[in-house]
Nanobody
Framework: VQLQASGGGLVQAGGSLRLSCAAS????????MGWFRQAPGREREFVAA???????RYADSVKGRFTISRDNAKNTVYLQMNSLKLEDTAVYYC?????????????WGQGTQVTVSS
């Protein structure tokens, strides 16, 4: 199983970016998918998740600004990020559980850098 994250870049505060996570080696339609991020000097933190049925969950810090979605036909999960803030600067990772009932995420993408400037 491989996860390929893309879409990061440099954006001004208040701007938008859309991250993509393309999965290969497994159909993701039956799996929860998640996005995490890690800023320099900080621990990795949860950002958003989407269940197999489309239910979503967000960290309080991104609620109302970020939207997670999935396209099972493309085996891809997205993270639309609007109204970006300086504190959103981080490496963003997508993740997939090893099994459909696993609580923990077992597969991780390589990360994509998001830098928000003032």
């Amino acid at each position: 199983v491989q996860l390929q994250a893309s879409g990061g870049g440099l954006v001004q505060a208040g701007g938008s970016l859309r991250l993509s996570c393309a999965a290969s080696g497994r159909a993701i339609s039956s799996y929860r998918m998640g996005w995490f991020r890690q800023a320099p000097g900080r621990e990795r933190e949860f950002v958003a998740a989407i269940g197999a049925t489309g239910t979503t969950r967000y960290a309080d810090s991104v609620k109302g600004r970020f939207t997670i979605s999935r396209d099972n036909a493309k085996n891809t999960v997205y993270l639309q990020m609007n109204s970006l803030k300086l504190e959103d600067t981080a490496v963003y990772y997508c993740a997939l559980p090893r099994t459909s009932v696993s609580v923990e995420y077992g597969y991780w993408g390589q990360g994509t850098q998001v830098t928000v400037s003032s």
